[in-house]
């Protein structure tokens, strides 16, 4: 028969595991956040994320990361509310370290993973037989694609050539 003495410490054992549990699950920076220009949506830690994964999800090295960090925010940030609320979903479970080894399969930190390491990420999440990991990689890549192909600074590089007429009625 449990006493009552049995039962308040099983209480307090409980709550101390609990506590710990919500601690460890709780996204956790482990880099030095940079300093961040007036980004309205993603957090350091995001924008972390971002630098990291969207040189290897483009393919090209070299790019003005800080510019597609800008231009996913500002992507983000003219999202409808619940999508934005998703996507901080997906943030906070990219940022805590136990679902970015266990989920993303990212042994270190964003900031220092290697490239084999972020394409395999990528990879596994793009053909996962769970439709939530797919969805997560199409936002992912959709998000960077989009920051990079709508900055003029890629243009160039693609041999885009602005139409006259049209680049004359943008400010």
Request: proline fraction near 8%; glycine fraction near 6%; avoid cysteine.
């Amino acid at each position: 028969m449990l006493t009552r003495r049995q039962l308040i410490k099983t209480g307090m054992a409980g709550s101390v595991v609990l506590l710990a549990a919500g601690l460890l699950a709780t996204p956790q920076a482990d880099w030095p956040a940079h300093a961040e220009p007036a980004l309205h949506f993603l957090q350091p830690v995001d924008a972390q994320i971002i630098r990291s994964i969207a040189p290897v999800m483009l393919g090209l090295p070299g790019l003005p990361v800080n510019d597609i960090v800008r231009g996913v925010d500002v992507a983000i940030s003219n999202l409808l509310p619940a999508i934005q609320q998703e996507l901080r979903q997906l943030f906070d479970l990219l940022a805590n370290r136990w679902a970015r080894r266990w989920l993303a399969g990212v042994r270190k930190p964003w900031a220092q993973a290697t490239d084999s390491e972020l394409t395999a990420f990528l990879r596994s999440w793009q053909h996962s037989p769970l439709l939530l990991l797919r969805s997560a990689y199409q936002a992912l890549h959709a998000l960077i694609n989009a920051a990079w192909f709508g900055n003029p600074a890629s243009w160039s590089a693609m041999g885009y050539q602005q139409p006259p007429q049209i680049m004359s009625l943008l400010p």
